[in-house]
Each structure stands twice: as C-alpha cells, then as structure tokens.
C-alpha cells in the first residue's frame, strides 16, 4: 500500500512555502490574508478592486460609450413609463425570466416593476462590458458581480412589492411567513451546526445510498463498496466508479427511483463504488498523488483481485473523472491494460475555458485560500459551497429564498438537496496542487503534470471512452468537456444531455422532458467544434442511461455468474454493510 506524502514537498509546488515565509512581513502577510479569507469565505477583495480600476478608467476615457450609456437609460425610462402592459419580460440573455412568469407579476404596477428591473440590468451589463481597453477577465468579473447585486435587489426579493408574497399572505392570513420564518430558523441552526446539516425526511442509509451492498476493502483515503448483483448472470468486467471528493459519493445513489448504481446493477454489472474519506487537519499533506495511488489505483487492484477479472471498465464524475483520466493516462504509458473502457461524466482535462468557476480563481484568489488551508489544515465546507452558490446566486440563493422565507415553502424534499448539504472538506495540499496545477497552469492539457516523475499524455489512453456534457453546466461547461476530443487518440463517444452539473447526470428513464445528443466517433476522426458537432446530431428522446449501458454491454464480454462479495482475497474480505462508514464522517 503507497503511503501518504510526507511535508518534504510544500503545497505550492512552483515556490516553496519556505521561501515566502522568508520574505519580510511573510508571516503577518500570510496572517493578515487567512484572516481575510475567513471574513469572506476566500474571494479577495483585491481581485475585484483591480477588475473595477481597470473598468472605472478605460470607461471614463471613452466619451462615446458614454454617450451609448445615457441614451440607452432615456429609452429604458421611456419604454418603462409608456409602453406598457402585456410587454414580454426577458432577461439579460433574451430568456424568459422564471422570476416573474406569474399572472400577478403581468398586472399593473408590478409589470412595471419587473420591466424596470430587467432593463436596468440589462444596462449595467452593458456598461461593463464593451469598454475598450479593458482586460477580458477583468470585463468578465464586472458582469458577474453586476448580476449578483442586480439579482439581489430584484423586486422580487422584497415582500412589500411582491404580488406572489402579497397574494400568498392575504389568502393565508399570513401563515405563509409564519411558516417561512420557522424555515429561516431551521436554516441558521443548521449553518450553526446546531443540527445536522442533512434534514429529515432524508438519511445516508435508510432512504440515501440504500443500494444493497458491502464494503469490501478500506485504506487511509477511502472505502471501497462492492454493490450486490441482481441478475442472475453479469457482464464479466466489474464497473469502477470514481466519484468527486467534493461533496459525498452518494450523489450517484440518491433514492432508489434515481440512483446510478441501481440501475446499473439491474443492467446486469458488477459495480464497485469508491468513498473518499472527510480529511482532517492531520490529513493536511494528502496530494493528488495519493488520490490517485490510494484511491484509483488501490480500487482498481481490488476490484479486479475480488472479481478475478482481467479488465475493468471505469468511470468518474466531475473531479473524480480528471483523477480518473490522470490514472488512465499513466496506466497507458506505462504499459497497464487492465482498462476495458473509461467513462467521463461532465469531466474537464483542459481548463482554459472552464466557465463561470474561473472568475473565483485567480493567483489572488488561490494565495487567500492557501493561507486560509495552512492555519486549518483543509478548505472548509462552507467555502466551497459558498463558493458554487454564487455561480447560481438567482436559483441558490435568491429564488429559494423566497419559497422558504416569504412564501413559507419547504424544499427540503428533494433527495439532490439533501446530498448538496452534505459537504466535505479538502485537503490543503490537495486543493492547492488541483487549483494550480490543473485551473491556473492548465498542465494536464499542456503535458506538464507529472506521474512519478513523468509527464503524462492523454494519447496513451487506448481503451474506448465515453464522455458526457450537460446543456446547462455552469461547472463544467460541455464545450470545455467537448475538449477531450483534442487530446485523445481513442474512440470516443460523446454525449450532451438536458440539465445541469449534476441534475444532467442524475437522468433516471422515465422522468419528463428528457434528451440528449449521441455521437460515437472513431480513433481516427476528425476534430469537429463543438457547433459543428451539435448541428450534426439530432436530440433523442430519453435518458442517456440507457444508451450507455448499451455502450457498456458492446464493450463488454459473455456473461458469467456473479462474483461472491470480496470472495478472492481475504485482504478485500466483506468489511461492513454499504455505506460504510466514511460517508458518515462529518
């Protein structure tokens, strides 16, 4: 078993932590920055100082746009107080606005209201972007920021101006903020950690993760769970999956109509499942390399020990996918063929064009949160959630708020919000070789990340590979996934799927309103854009669940017994019922 790096190597692989601690004021630099961090969750201020220095002085030097300005703000004024009524209200992206489709927000004065609203953000939008001089990531942080604090005073959020809010209280004699005010106390204890961060009616083993099976094999990182068959014969190669370490495995085992696993075990597969343990201070030194021994590697040799299969098929989402494809790569360099295929779900390996998620991550960003890690030892939850939660500020945030609080509803009902609650730590070494390494330097698409010394390809990966993007990812934007395309001398099937980061992955046969696109591709294709791609593939009715079981099923063998539950080795012997016991570390 690899052990656990030692401190010999710092965090910051490009500069010794040594050295900057020897610069003069280092020590009360790095103080001064952590306590920062700790005030803002770990967005510098600094950063969005010189995003607002850089706007405020190219746009003072641009008489002309100006000029664009303020006659765009007399037509908004006009269009507001004389067009009037019935006039469709849009969004800053011409989209219809799910704020205000209600037939109270139609009438006379709120319609107004909302149209003032949307047009006064439209125009702040406008005013900070298309000023000449500009850096782009500095327009691009101006416009993110101008929609959070023109979504935070949307008339929407206040109760007095809210036709939904007022007619809800008159027809309930005010109960609806009565209840809303006991969900607004339910919340505050929970971020106090007064009670337990996943509500009832929800529970991780009783109505989440419940899919039957054991852990079959644990180490110091994670737990290996062995899922129990349910066919009477399966294919002869054992599924590996690699989830993130963000958040907890079981998003891919929520209740039993949605879950992952089941289905894939019901399609006749051996699925093992990987859960990463909640680190610690003391686990402060763990580094992407022992996720990728520990964790990937350890799975990988148990799975196929139990199974006795040759091969295995693997999988990964999110994090635990680029993880997944490091692995892959240097399996594949060094001569390892034990992959039948590898599968990708909304997975980045380039990072150039990740999406909103890049205007929180810069070198100021980084530093903050690097001096943040090394007084605790890992990023806490609620920096990360934080931090996901700005980049869907009106859904996260603000329209929830408003069910909750002002219209006394409860959305605590939903099995994809209780797993969003229950967060996880990171490790600081971890964290901080994942955000400079792979978001800020982009070495693993530019050959520069190193396995044992040396740099890994994704050309060396010869197993077939399917890949999944969702529509609407404001992670991992699918035409960043779509990437994977240039990197790769593989077969590649890719797939765009309807909804999101996670509500696109989480897509069970039979829910409404599904799609996807499927394109299979050979070694020796050609690169299309991602435009071009989309154009050519029509969308399909469905879920992709099931044309990737099919995938699986045509990469795989003839079906054979079920393997017993850790029956070939006695070091991977049944440990303890699924879901073991890291998932339940707080």
């Avoid at 593939?537 to 017993?564: I, K, N």
Wanted: net charge negative; charged share 20%; with cysteine.
């Amino acid at each position: 078993m690899a052990k656990l790096s030692g401190r010999t190597r710092k965090y910051r692989d490009d500069k010794p932590r040594a050295v900057m601690r020897a610069q003069a004021g280092g020590l009360s630099d790095a103080s001064a920055r952590a306590s920062e961090g700790g005030v803002t969750r770990g967005l510098s201020p600094l950063v969005l100082t010189r995003a607002w220095m850089d706007w405020a002085v190219h746009l003072a030097a641009s008489p002309g746009k100006q000029m664009q300005l303020l006659q765009q703000a007399m037509e908004n004024a006009q269009a507001v107080f004389a067009a009037g009524l019935g006039e469709t209200l849009s969004g800053a992206d011409g989209a219809a606005d799910p704020r205000f489709d209600s037939a109270e927000w139609q009438k006379f004065p709120f319609n107004l209201l909302a149209q003032a609203h949307q047009r006064q953000r439209q125009w702040w939008l406008d005013a900070m972007t298309g000023v000449r001089g500009v850096e782009p990531a500095h327009e691009n942080l101006m416009a993110f920021v101008t929609g959070l604090l023109s979504d935070a005073v949307a008339p929407s959020n206040f109760p007095a101006i809210n036709p939904d809010v007022i007619s809800a209280s008159l027809s309930e004699n005010g109960l609806n903020l009565v209840r809303g005010s006991r969900n607004f106390a339910k919340d505050m204890a929970t971020l106090s950690g007064l009670v337990p961060a996943v509500s009832q009616p929800f529970e991780v083993g009783r109505n989440l993760a419940t899919t039957a099976g054991k852990v079959v094999f644990r180490n110091k990182l994670m737990e290996l769970i062995q899922y129990a068959p349910t066919t009477d014969t399966v294919c002869p190669e054992p599924i590996l999956i690699v989830p993130a370490w963000i958040l907890k495995y079981y998003v891919l085992d929520l209740s039993p109509h949605n879950s992952f696993v089941r289905f894939l075990v019901d399609q006749g597969f051996t699925v093992f499942m990987i859960s990463w343990k909640n680190p610690l201070p003391e686990d402060r030194d763990i580094g992407m390399e022992d996720y990728r021994q520990l964790g990937v590697m350890a799975a990988i040799n148990a799975a196929i020990k139990i199974t006795g299969a040759p091969r295995l098929h693997t999988l990964g989402y999110c994090l635990g996918g680029t993880l997944l494809s490091i692995a892959a790569a240097a399996m594949g360099r060094d001569g390892d063929d034990r992959l039948a295929s590898v599968s990708l779900l909304a997975t980045q390996v380039d990072f150039s064009e990740p999406g909103p998620l890049r205007l929180l991550i810069n070198e100021a960003e980084v530093a903050m949160v690097e001096e943040m890690m090394e007084r605790q030892g890992y990023l806490s939850s609620d920096s990360m959630a934080g931090a996901f939660a700005l980049l869907r500020a009106r859904d996260l945030l603000w329209t929830r708020a408003i069910n909750n609080y002002l219209l006394g509803r409860q959305d605590d009902g939903l099995d994809l919000m209780a797993w969003h609650a229950d967060a996880t730590r990171l490790p600081a070494r971890m964290h901080s070789q994942y955000l400079r390494q792979l978001f800020l330097n982009n070495d693993l698409a530019q050959g520069r990340y190193l396995v044992k010394g040396k740099p890994v390809g994704f050309g060396a990966i010869r197993a077939p590979i399917f890949a999944v993007g969702t529509e609407e990812d404001d992670v991992a934007p699918w035409t960043s996934v779509y990437k994977l395309h240039l990197f790769t001398r593989s077969e590649v099937t890719f797939v765009l799927t309807n909804g999101g980061h996670n509500t696109g992955i989480i897509s069970a046969p039979g829910q409404p309103e599904q799609h996807f696109r499927m394109g299979r591709g050979s070694a020796d294709s050609g690169y299309r854009e991602p435009e071009e791609w989309l154009a050519e593939h029509e969308a399909e009715d469905g879920s992709w669940w099931v044309a990737f079981a099919r995938w699986l099923g045509e990469h795989s063998g003839e079906a054979v017994s079920p393997p017993q539950m850790g029956a070939r080795s006695g070091a991977c012997k049944a440990i303890c019922d699924a879901p073991g016991t890291y998932v339940m570390q707080r």
